[in-house]
Protein backbone atom coordinates (compact mmCIF):
# COMPACT_ATOMS: atom_id res chain seq x y z
CA UNK A 1 0.00 0.00 0.00
CA UNK A 2 1.32 3.48 -0.66
CA UNK A 3 1.87 5.82 1.76
CA UNK A 4 -0.51 8.85 2.16
CA UNK A 5 0.96 12.15 1.75
CA UNK A 6 0.69 15.22 2.19
CA UNK A 7 2.27 18.95 1.62
CA UNK A 8 3.86 20.94 3.75
CA UNK A 9 1.70 24.35 3.41
CA UNK A 10 5.77 26.27 4.37
CA UNK A 11 8.08 24.36 2.57
CA UNK A 12 8.76 27.28 -0.18
CA UNK A 13 9.70 30.04 3.75
CA UNK A 14 12.20 28.54 5.35
CA UNK A 15 14.69 31.66 7.03
CA UNK A 16 18.06 31.56 6.38
CA UNK A 17 19.46 32.50 9.58
CA UNK A 18 23.44 32.21 8.83
CA UNK A 19 25.67 31.84 6.54
CA UNK A 20 29.70 30.41 6.29
CA UNK A 21 32.46 29.63 4.25
CA UNK A 22 32.23 26.11 5.62
CA UNK A 23 29.56 24.19 7.34
CA UNK A 24 30.19 20.58 8.61
CA UNK A 25 26.84 18.61 9.52
CA UNK A 26 27.58 16.45 12.35
CA UNK A 27 30.23 16.74 14.44
CA UNK A 28 32.13 13.16 15.46
CA UNK A 29 35.52 13.06 15.05
CA UNK A 30 35.38 13.50 11.60
CA UNK A 31 33.38 16.99 11.48
CA UNK A 32 34.62 18.26 14.89
CA UNK A 33 38.47 17.93 13.36
CA UNK A 34 36.99 19.60 9.96
CA UNK A 35 35.20 22.06 11.72
CA UNK A 36 38.22 23.02 13.71
CA UNK A 37 40.77 22.83 10.58
CA UNK A 38 39.33 25.10 8.76
CA UNK A 39 38.42 27.67 11.32
CA UNK A 40 42.10 27.83 12.12
CA UNK A 41 43.35 28.45 8.34
CA UNK A 42 40.82 31.62 8.41
CA UNK A 43 37.68 30.66 7.06
CA UNK A 44 34.28 31.09 8.85
CA UNK A 45 32.52 28.21 9.94
CA UNK A 46 29.53 26.65 11.22
CA UNK A 47 28.74 23.09 12.52
CA UNK A 48 25.34 21.49 12.91
CA UNK A 49 25.39 18.75 15.96
CA UNK A 50 22.14 17.06 17.15
CA UNK A 51 23.26 16.46 20.94
CA UNK A 52 24.73 18.84 23.12
CA UNK A 53 28.55 18.01 22.44
CA UNK A 54 31.04 17.12 19.43
CA UNK A 55 32.48 13.63 20.10
CA UNK A 56 29.83 11.31 17.75
CA UNK A 57 30.61 8.06 18.96
CA UNK A 58 33.05 8.26 21.18
CA UNK A 59 31.49 10.84 23.39
CA UNK A 60 27.27 10.80 23.06
CA UNK A 61 27.61 7.16 22.39
CA UNK A 62 30.09 6.20 24.96
CA UNK A 63 32.59 4.68 23.47
CA UNK A 64 35.52 6.74 24.83
CA UNK A 65 38.77 4.36 24.27
CA UNK A 66 41.63 6.86 24.16
CA UNK A 67 44.85 6.05 22.01
CA UNK A 68 48.20 7.11 21.43
CA UNK A 69 48.04 10.69 19.74
CA UNK A 70 49.12 10.35 15.70
CA UNK A 71 49.70 13.50 14.67
CA UNK A 72 47.68 17.18 14.46
CA UNK A 73 44.28 17.48 16.44
CA UNK A 74 44.19 14.21 17.43
CA UNK A 75 47.53 14.70 19.53
CA UNK A 76 46.16 17.76 20.69
CA UNK A 77 42.81 16.83 22.05
CA UNK A 78 44.54 13.48 23.01
CA UNK A 79 46.52 16.02 25.58
CA UNK A 80 44.29 18.26 26.55
CA UNK A 81 41.94 14.99 27.75
CA UNK A 82 44.85 14.37 30.25
CA UNK A 83 45.32 17.52 31.05
CA UNK A 84 41.87 18.17 31.83
CA UNK A 85 41.59 15.41 34.08
CA UNK A 86 39.50 13.45 31.59
CA UNK A 87 41.62 10.25 30.83
CA UNK A 88 41.42 7.03 33.20
CA UNK A 89 43.92 4.08 32.71
CA UNK A 90 43.46 0.68 33.64
CA UNK A 91 46.79 -1.10 34.23
CA UNK A 92 47.88 -4.81 36.11
CA UNK A 93 47.99 -2.97 39.20
CA UNK A 94 44.40 -1.38 39.44
CA UNK A 95 43.10 -4.03 37.78
CA UNK A 96 44.59 -7.48 38.66
CA UNK A 97 43.17 -10.55 36.91
CA UNK A 98 42.35 -8.21 33.26
CA UNK A 99 44.36 -9.25 31.32
CA UNK A 100 43.10 -12.23 29.29
CA UNK A 101 40.13 -12.41 31.05
CA UNK A 102 37.05 -13.68 28.92
CA UNK A 103 35.46 -11.07 30.15
CA UNK A 104 37.61 -8.09 28.72
CA UNK A 105 36.50 -6.36 25.69
CA UNK A 106 39.75 -5.45 24.19
CA UNK A 107 42.33 -7.05 26.95
CA UNK A 108 41.04 -11.16 26.73
CA UNK A 109 43.83 -12.15 23.89
CA UNK A 110 46.45 -11.24 26.33
CA UNK A 111 48.24 -14.31 28.29
CA UNK A 112 46.49 -13.79 31.99
CA UNK A 113 48.86 -11.75 34.48
CA UNK A 114 49.91 -10.29 31.67
CA UNK A 115 51.10 -6.25 32.15
CA UNK A 116 48.67 -4.00 30.38
CA UNK A 117 47.40 -0.36 29.91
CA UNK A 118 44.25 0.30 29.18
CA UNK A 119 43.31 4.54 28.37
CA UNK A 120 39.68 5.87 28.29
CA UNK A 121 38.62 9.21 28.17
CA UNK A 122 35.48 9.95 30.03
CA UNK A 123 32.95 10.85 27.63
CA UNK A 124 30.62 13.68 29.36
CA UNK A 125 34.14 15.39 30.35
CA UNK A 126 35.96 15.48 26.99
CA UNK A 127 32.73 16.20 24.96
CA UNK A 128 32.83 19.54 27.10
CA UNK A 129 36.50 19.87 26.13
CA UNK A 130 35.93 18.91 22.55
CA UNK A 131 32.96 22.42 22.90
CA UNK A 132 35.42 24.57 24.74
CA UNK A 133 38.01 23.42 21.85
CA UNK A 134 35.56 24.51 19.19
CA UNK A 135 34.71 27.83 21.24
CA UNK A 136 38.21 29.05 21.57
CA UNK A 137 38.79 28.83 17.71
CA UNK A 138 35.86 30.59 16.97
CA UNK A 139 33.57 27.72 15.17
CA UNK A 140 29.84 28.78 15.43
CA UNK A 141 28.81 25.28 16.59
CA UNK A 142 24.38 24.68 16.56
CA UNK A 143 24.16 22.22 19.12
CA UNK A 144 20.34 20.77 19.34
CA UNK A 145 20.03 20.94 15.71
CA UNK A 146 19.38 18.31 13.16
CA UNK A 147 19.98 18.21 9.81
CA UNK A 148 16.99 17.10 7.62
CA UNK A 149 17.49 18.75 3.81
CA UNK A 150 19.91 20.85 1.37
CA UNK A 151 18.60 22.99 -0.90
CA UNK A 152 20.80 22.18 -5.13
CA UNK A 153 21.85 24.23 -7.45
CA UNK A 154 23.09 23.32 -10.94
CA UNK A 155 27.16 23.46 -11.08
CA UNK A 156 27.94 22.39 -15.01
CA UNK A 157 27.56 18.75 -15.22
CA UNK A 158 27.36 18.70 -11.27
CA UNK A 159 24.72 19.99 -8.52
CA UNK A 160 26.33 21.70 -6.05
CA UNK A 161 24.49 22.04 -2.23
CA UNK A 162 23.62 26.20 -1.63
CA UNK A 163 22.10 25.18 1.97
CA UNK A 164 21.52 22.98 4.71
CA UNK A 165 18.07 22.63 6.12
CA UNK A 166 18.00 22.28 10.32
CA UNK A 167 15.35 21.61 12.63
CA UNK A 168 15.90 23.29 16.00
CA UNK A 169 13.76 24.64 18.85
CA UNK A 170 12.84 27.40 16.17
CA UNK A 171 11.41 25.30 13.76
CA UNK A 172 13.25 24.76 9.76
CA UNK A 173 16.13 26.83 9.23
CA UNK A 174 17.88 27.24 6.74
CA UNK A 175 21.92 27.52 6.82
CA UNK A 176 24.01 29.11 3.21
CA UNK A 177 27.76 27.91 2.76
CA UNK A 178 30.11 27.70 0.27
CA UNK A 179 31.50 24.21 0.98
CA UNK A 180 30.08 21.31 3.06
CA UNK A 181 31.36 18.70 5.07
CA UNK A 182 29.87 15.54 5.64
CA UNK A 183 30.13 14.10 9.28
CA UNK A 184 27.40 12.35 10.03
CA UNK A 185 28.81 8.97 10.22
CA UNK A 186 25.92 8.00 8.38
CA UNK A 187 26.30 9.40 5.10
CA UNK A 188 23.25 11.62 5.44
CA UNK A 189 23.76 14.43 3.44
CA UNK A 190 25.63 12.17 0.40
CA UNK A 191 21.60 10.20 0.70
CA UNK A 192 19.86 13.83 0.87
CA UNK A 193 22.03 15.16 -1.91
CA UNK A 194 21.18 12.34 -4.02
CA UNK A 195 24.40 11.20 -4.62
CA UNK A 196 25.12 7.42 -5.03
CA UNK A 197 25.76 5.42 -2.17
CA UNK A 198 25.74 1.72 -0.91
CA UNK A 199 23.49 0.84 1.72
CA UNK A 200 24.62 -1.07 4.81
CA UNK A 201 25.33 -4.79 4.42
CA UNK A 202 26.29 -4.66 0.83
CA UNK A 203 29.52 -4.95 -0.98
CA UNK A 204 30.95 -2.05 -2.72
CA UNK A 205 30.74 -1.57 -5.78
CA UNK A 206 30.20 -4.94 -7.54
CA UNK A 207 27.36 -6.20 -5.78
CA UNK A 208 24.57 -3.21 -5.09
CA UNK A 209 21.38 -5.16 -4.11
CA UNK A 210 18.48 -3.34 -2.61
CA UNK A 211 16.97 -6.81 -1.10
CA UNK A 212 15.20 -6.13 1.81
CA UNK A 213 16.92 -9.30 3.95
CA UNK A 214 20.45 -7.90 3.52
CA UNK A 215 22.18 -7.42 6.86
CA UNK A 216 24.32 -4.70 7.82
CA UNK A 217 27.10 -5.49 10.67
CA UNK A 218 24.54 -4.70 13.39
CA UNK A 219 24.68 -1.38 15.63
CA UNK A 220 25.35 -0.91 19.14
CA UNK A 221 24.31 0.82 21.96
CA UNK A 222 26.87 1.51 24.73
CA UNK A 223 26.05 1.76 28.67
CA UNK A 224 28.06 2.27 31.88
CA UNK A 225 28.03 0.35 34.71
CA UNK A 226 29.60 1.58 38.01
CA UNK A 227 29.84 0.29 41.70
CA UNK A 228 31.50 -3.00 40.35
CA UNK A 229 33.48 -5.21 43.15
CA UNK A 230 35.79 -7.33 40.08
CA UNK A 231 37.91 -8.23 42.62
CA UNK A 232 35.17 -10.48 43.58
CA UNK A 233 33.92 -11.19 40.20
CA UNK A 234 37.92 -12.73 39.05
CA UNK A 235 37.55 -14.55 42.75
CA UNK A 236 34.65 -16.53 41.89
CA UNK A 237 35.88 -17.35 38.09
CA UNK A 238 38.97 -19.08 39.34
CA UNK A 239 37.24 -20.45 42.76
CA UNK A 240 34.44 -22.16 40.52
CA UNK A 241 36.38 -22.30 37.00
CA UNK A 242 33.81 -20.37 35.25
CA UNK A 243 36.17 -18.56 33.33
CA UNK A 244 33.42 -17.21 31.25
CA UNK A 245 30.46 -16.99 33.77
CA UNK A 246 28.78 -20.02 31.56
CA UNK A 247 27.68 -21.75 34.80
CA UNK A 248 25.86 -18.80 36.11
CA UNK A 249 24.52 -17.72 32.50
CA UNK A 250 23.05 -21.09 32.08
CA UNK A 251 21.65 -21.10 35.30
CA UNK A 252 20.21 -17.49 34.52
CA UNK A 253 18.81 -19.21 31.45
CA UNK A 254 17.46 -22.31 32.82
CA UNK A 255 15.59 -19.98 35.41
CA UNK A 256 13.94 -17.60 32.67
CA UNK A 257 16.39 -14.53 34.20
CA UNK A 258 17.55 -13.89 30.85
CA UNK A 259 16.06 -13.16 27.50
CA UNK A 260 17.20 -15.15 24.04
CA UNK A 261 19.59 -12.13 22.96
CA UNK A 262 21.78 -12.05 25.49
CA UNK A 263 24.68 -13.87 25.54
CA UNK A 264 24.30 -15.61 22.35
CA UNK A 265 26.76 -17.66 20.48
CA UNK A 266 29.02 -15.79 17.81
CA UNK A 267 28.39 -16.57 13.99
CA UNK A 268 31.68 -16.45 12.93
CA UNK A 269 31.30 -19.58 11.04
CA UNK A 270 28.13 -17.51 8.99
CA UNK A 271 30.04 -16.52 6.68
CA UNK A 272 30.05 -12.82 8.34
CA UNK A 273 32.29 -10.81 10.53
CA UNK A 274 31.27 -13.13 13.35
CA UNK A 275 33.84 -12.72 15.72
CA UNK A 276 33.70 -9.48 17.31
CA UNK A 277 30.24 -8.16 16.63
CA UNK A 278 27.96 -10.47 15.97
CA UNK A 279 27.04 -12.79 19.50
CA UNK A 280 28.81 -12.23 22.11
CA UNK A 281 28.79 -15.02 24.11
CA UNK A 282 29.52 -14.03 27.28
CA UNK A 283 29.50 -10.21 29.37
CA UNK A 284 32.04 -7.95 27.24
CA UNK A 285 33.35 -5.06 29.15
CA UNK A 286 36.09 -2.19 29.34
CA UNK A 287 36.89 0.08 32.57
CA UNK A 288 36.47 3.20 32.03
CA UNK A 289 36.18 6.57 34.15
CA UNK A 290 37.58 5.26 37.26
CA UNK A 291 37.72 2.27 39.83
CA UNK A 292 34.81 -0.10 39.29
CA UNK A 293 33.19 1.45 36.32
CA UNK A 294 33.15 -0.01 32.95
CA UNK A 295 31.48 0.08 29.67
CA UNK A 296 29.44 -2.68 28.56
CA UNK A 297 28.29 -3.56 24.63
CA UNK A 298 24.05 -3.83 23.53
CA UNK A 299 24.47 -5.00 19.99
CA UNK A 300 21.82 -5.17 17.55
CA UNK A 301 20.73 -9.03 17.11
CA UNK A 302 22.47 -9.54 13.84
CA UNK A 303 19.28 -11.37 12.12
CA UNK A 304 17.13 -8.58 12.96
CA UNK A 305 18.75 -6.77 9.87
CA UNK A 306 18.42 -3.40 11.25
CA UNK A 307 19.20 -0.34 8.67
CA UNK A 308 18.62 1.98 11.88
CA UNK A 309 20.21 4.94 9.26
CA UNK A 310 17.21 4.76 6.74
CA UNK A 311 14.27 3.08 8.46
CA UNK A 312 12.25 4.98 11.31
CA UNK A 313 10.85 1.96 12.65
CA UNK A 314 14.25 0.21 12.56
CA UNK A 315 15.68 2.96 14.55
CA UNK A 316 12.68 3.23 17.10
CA UNK A 317 12.94 -0.48 17.56
CA UNK A 318 16.82 -0.93 18.46
CA UNK A 319 16.35 1.99 21.09
CA UNK A 320 13.33 0.22 22.63
CA UNK A 321 14.83 -3.29 22.55
CA UNK A 322 18.67 -2.24 23.46
CA UNK A 323 17.20 -0.77 26.62
CA UNK A 324 15.18 -3.56 27.57
CA UNK A 325 17.84 -5.56 26.91
CA UNK A 326 20.72 -3.52 28.68
CA UNK A 327 17.74 -3.51 31.91
CA UNK A 328 18.03 -7.38 31.72
CA UNK A 329 21.68 -7.60 31.79
CA UNK A 330 21.57 -5.09 34.14
CA UNK A 331 19.61 -7.56 36.69
CA UNK A 332 21.34 -10.59 35.41
CA UNK A 333 24.63 -9.09 36.69
CA UNK A 334 23.49 -7.91 39.96
CA UNK A 335 21.41 -10.89 41.05
CA UNK A 336 24.13 -13.49 39.69
CA UNK A 337 27.14 -12.41 39.59
CA UNK A 338 29.49 -11.84 42.49
CA UNK A 339 31.16 -8.49 42.93
CA UNK A 340 28.32 -6.94 40.73
CA UNK A 341 25.60 -6.98 43.92
CA UNK A 342 25.97 -2.91 44.48
CA UNK A 343 26.18 -2.28 40.88
CA UNK A 344 23.76 0.05 38.93
CA UNK A 345 23.38 1.82 35.67
CA UNK A 346 25.36 5.07 35.57
CA UNK A 347 25.05 5.79 32.37
CA UNK A 348 23.10 4.96 28.51
CA UNK A 349 24.64 6.16 25.33
CA UNK A 350 22.55 9.34 23.81
CA UNK A 351 22.31 7.00 20.57
CA UNK A 352 22.18 3.66 18.83
CA UNK A 353 25.05 3.67 17.22
CA UNK A 354 25.72 2.60 13.33
CA UNK A 355 28.36 0.62 12.06
CA UNK A 356 27.60 -0.35 8.95
CA UNK A 357 25.79 2.38 7.25
CA UNK A 358 25.60 3.78 4.13
CA UNK A 359 29.06 3.82 2.29
CA UNK A 360 29.12 6.47 -0.18
CA UNK A 361 30.65 6.03 -3.73
CA UNK A 362 33.42 8.88 -4.18
CA UNK A 363 35.70 9.69 -6.74
CA UNK A 364 37.94 6.80 -6.16
CA UNK A 365 36.39 3.79 -3.87
CA UNK A 366 39.51 2.23 -1.64
CA UNK A 367 38.92 -1.27 -1.99
CA UNK A 368 40.71 -4.45 -0.53
CA UNK A 369 42.42 -5.07 -3.92
CA UNK A 370 44.08 -1.29 -3.36
CA UNK A 371 45.63 -2.04 0.32
CA UNK A 372 46.29 -6.00 -1.18
CA UNK A 373 48.02 -4.13 -4.02
CA UNK A 374 49.73 -1.74 -1.45
CA UNK A 375 48.96 1.44 -4.03
CA UNK A 376 50.24 4.83 -4.02
CA UNK A 377 48.79 8.14 -5.48
CA UNK A 378 49.69 10.96 -6.50
CA UNK A 379 46.76 12.52 -4.13
CA UNK A 380 47.86 10.67 -1.11
CA UNK A 381 46.63 12.25 2.02
CA UNK A 382 48.79 10.61 4.31
CA UNK A 383 52.36 8.90 4.31
CA UNK A 384 52.02 4.96 3.25
CA UNK A 385 50.10 3.83 6.50
CA UNK A 386 50.60 -0.14 7.96
CA UNK A 387 47.36 -1.38 9.37
CA UNK A 388 46.21 -5.21 10.12
CA UNK A 389 43.12 -6.18 7.58
CA UNK A 390 40.94 -8.34 10.25
CA UNK A 391 38.73 -9.32 6.62
CA UNK A 392 41.77 -10.84 5.10
CA UNK A 393 43.32 -13.22 7.08
CA UNK A 394 44.77 -10.49 9.86
CA UNK A 395 47.07 -9.58 7.01
CA UNK A 396 49.17 -6.57 7.21
CA UNK A 397 49.34 -3.76 4.48
CA UNK A 398 51.39 -0.47 3.73
CA UNK A 399 49.14 1.67 1.57
CA UNK A 400 47.99 5.38 0.93
CA UNK A 401 44.90 6.86 0.76
CA UNK A 402 44.02 9.28 -2.25
CA UNK A 403 42.41 12.83 -1.82
CA UNK A 404 39.71 11.34 -4.44
CA UNK A 405 37.97 9.18 -1.73
CA UNK A 406 36.68 12.15 0.03
CA UNK A 407 34.85 13.69 -3.23
CA UNK A 408 31.56 11.79 -3.29
CA UNK A 409 30.45 11.73 -6.94
CA UNK A 410 27.76 14.83 -8.23
CA UNK A 411 28.03 16.63 -5.82
CA UNK A 412 30.75 19.86 -6.25
CA UNK A 413 31.04 21.35 -2.98
CA UNK A 414 30.89 18.24 -0.52
CA UNK A 415 34.12 17.07 1.24
CA UNK A 416 33.34 13.04 3.00
CA UNK A 417 35.01 12.48 6.76
CA UNK A 418 35.12 9.50 9.26
CA UNK A 419 32.59 6.17 8.52
CA UNK A 420 31.51 8.16 5.24
CA UNK A 421 34.85 8.24 3.30
CA UNK A 422 34.48 6.57 0.14
CA UNK A 423 35.91 3.12 1.27
CA UNK A 424 33.99 -0.29 0.56
CA UNK A 425 32.90 -2.18 3.84
CA UNK A 426 35.71 -4.76 4.21
CA UNK A 427 38.23 -1.29 4.61
CA UNK A 428 36.26 0.60 6.43
CA UNK A 429 34.98 -1.76 9.19
CA UNK A 430 37.79 -2.43 11.54
CA UNK A 431 40.59 -0.81 10.11
CA UNK A 432 39.87 2.44 8.86
CA UNK A 433 37.14 3.91 11.12
CA UNK A 434 39.11 4.85 14.87
CA UNK A 435 38.62 8.00 16.04
CA UNK A 436 42.78 8.83 15.30
CA UNK A 437 41.60 8.02 11.51
CA UNK A 438 38.33 9.51 11.89
CA UNK A 439 39.82 12.93 13.34
CA UNK A 440 42.99 12.72 10.24
CA UNK A 441 40.22 13.05 8.01
CA UNK A 442 38.25 15.45 9.18
CA UNK A 443 41.57 17.62 9.10
CA UNK A 444 42.27 16.89 5.91
CA UNK A 445 38.70 17.93 4.75
CA UNK A 446 39.11 20.94 7.36
CA UNK A 447 42.30 22.20 5.22
CA UNK A 448 40.83 21.09 1.73
CA UNK A 449 37.88 23.12 2.45
CA UNK A 450 40.25 26.31 3.07
CA UNK A 451 42.36 25.84 0.39
CA UNK A 452 39.64 25.55 -1.95
CA UNK A 453 38.09 28.95 -0.68
CA UNK A 454 41.33 30.59 -0.56
CA UNK A 455 41.67 29.69 -4.02
CA UNK A 456 38.29 30.09 -5.21
CA UNK A 457 37.84 26.96 -6.61
CA UNK A 458 35.74 24.05 -5.53
CA UNK A 459 37.44 20.98 -4.03
CA UNK A 460 37.33 18.52 -6.77
CA UNK A 461 39.31 21.40 -8.70
CA UNK A 462 41.76 20.97 -5.53
CA UNK A 463 45.23 19.80 -6.56
CA UNK A 464 46.45 17.81 -3.72
CA UNK A 465 49.57 16.98 -3.83
CA UNK A 466 51.53 16.75 -0.42
CA UNK A 467 50.40 14.23 2.34
CA UNK A 468 49.31 16.00 5.41
CA UNK A 469 49.84 13.50 7.84
C1 LIG B 1 28.50 0.92 18.52
C2 LIG B 1 29.81 1.33 17.95
C3 LIG B 1 31.00 0.93 18.56
C4 LIG B 1 32.22 1.30 18.03
N1 LIG B 1 33.37 0.89 18.65
C5 LIG B 1 34.57 1.32 18.19
C6 LIG B 1 35.78 0.95 18.84
O1 LIG B 1 35.77 0.20 19.83
N2 LIG B 1 36.94 1.44 18.36
C7 LIG B 1 36.98 2.26 17.26
O2 LIG B 1 38.05 2.72 16.87
N3 LIG B 1 35.85 2.59 16.60
C8 LIG B 1 34.67 2.14 17.04
N4 LIG B 1 33.52 2.46 16.36
C9 LIG B 1 33.63 3.20 15.10
C10 LIG B 1 33.79 4.68 15.29
O3 LIG B 1 33.13 5.08 16.45
C11 LIG B 1 33.22 5.44 14.10
O4 LIG B 1 33.80 4.93 12.93
C12 LIG B 1 33.52 6.93 14.20
O5 LIG B 1 32.96 7.48 15.37
C13 LIG B 1 32.98 7.65 12.99
O6 LIG B 1 33.23 9.01 13.15
P1 LIG B 1 32.36 10.07 12.38
O7 LIG B 1 32.94 11.41 12.73
O8 LIG B 1 32.27 9.71 10.96
O9 LIG B 1 30.87 9.94 12.93
P2 LIG B 1 30.19 9.72 14.34
O10 LIG B 1 31.14 9.41 15.43
O11 LIG B 1 29.09 8.76 14.07
O12 LIG B 1 29.56 11.15 14.65
C14 LIG B 1 28.52 11.68 13.88
C15 LIG B 1 28.01 12.95 14.54
O13 LIG B 1 27.06 13.55 13.70
C16 LIG B 1 25.90 13.87 14.44
N5 LIG B 1 24.77 13.75 13.53
C17 LIG B 1 24.37 12.64 12.87
N6 LIG B 1 23.29 12.91 12.12
C18 LIG B 1 23.01 14.21 12.31
C19 LIG B 1 22.00 15.06 11.83
N7 LIG B 1 21.05 14.64 11.00
N8 LIG B 1 21.98 16.34 12.25
C20 LIG B 1 22.92 16.82 13.11
N9 LIG B 1 23.91 16.04 13.61
C21 LIG B 1 23.94 14.76 13.21
C22 LIG B 1 25.86 12.87 15.57
O14 LIG B 1 25.11 13.35 16.66
C23 LIG B 1 27.35 12.70 15.89
O15 LIG B 1 27.79 13.65 16.82
C24 LIG B 1 32.28 2.08 16.86
C25 LIG B 1 31.11 2.47 16.24
C26 LIG B 1 29.88 2.11 16.78
C27 LIG B 1 28.64 2.56 16.08
Given at each position: ??????????????????????????????????????????????????????????????????????????????????????????????????????????????????????????????????????????????????????????????????????????????????????????????????????????????????????????????????????????????????????????????????????????????????????????????????????????????????????????????????????????????????????????????????????????????SIDDARQERRFPDAVTRPMTKTFFWDAYKRYTFEVPYRCFLPREVSNLLLTGASLSFTFETIFMVMRNFPWCTQTGEIAGLAAARSIRQGIGPK?????????
Amino acid sequence: MQTPQIQDPRAASIPVVAHADVVVIGGGPGGFAAALRARREGCSVILIEKFDMPGGVHTSGLQGAANAGVGGIHTELMARFEREGCIYTADERNLPDWAGNPLSHYDHYLPPGSPFKRASFNPDGAGSVMVNMLEEAGVQAIYGASFVDVVMAADGSERRITHAIIETVAGRQAVAGTVFVEGTGTAEVVARAGAPFVRGGGRQPETVTTDPTQRPIPGGLLWIMSGIDFAQTAAYQKRENDPALSKLINRARAAGDIPPELYRPRLATQGVYGDHYIGHPTVDMSPIQGPGTFILWQNVPYEWALHMDEDAEHASRAKRELRRLIDAEARFLRQYVPGFQDAFIAHVGRYVGVRDGRHPIGEYVFSIDDARQERRFPDAVTRPMTKTFFWDAYKRYTFEVPYRCFLPREVSNLLLTGASLSFTFETIFMVMRNFPWCTQTGEIAGLAAARSIRQGIGPKQLQWTEPLF
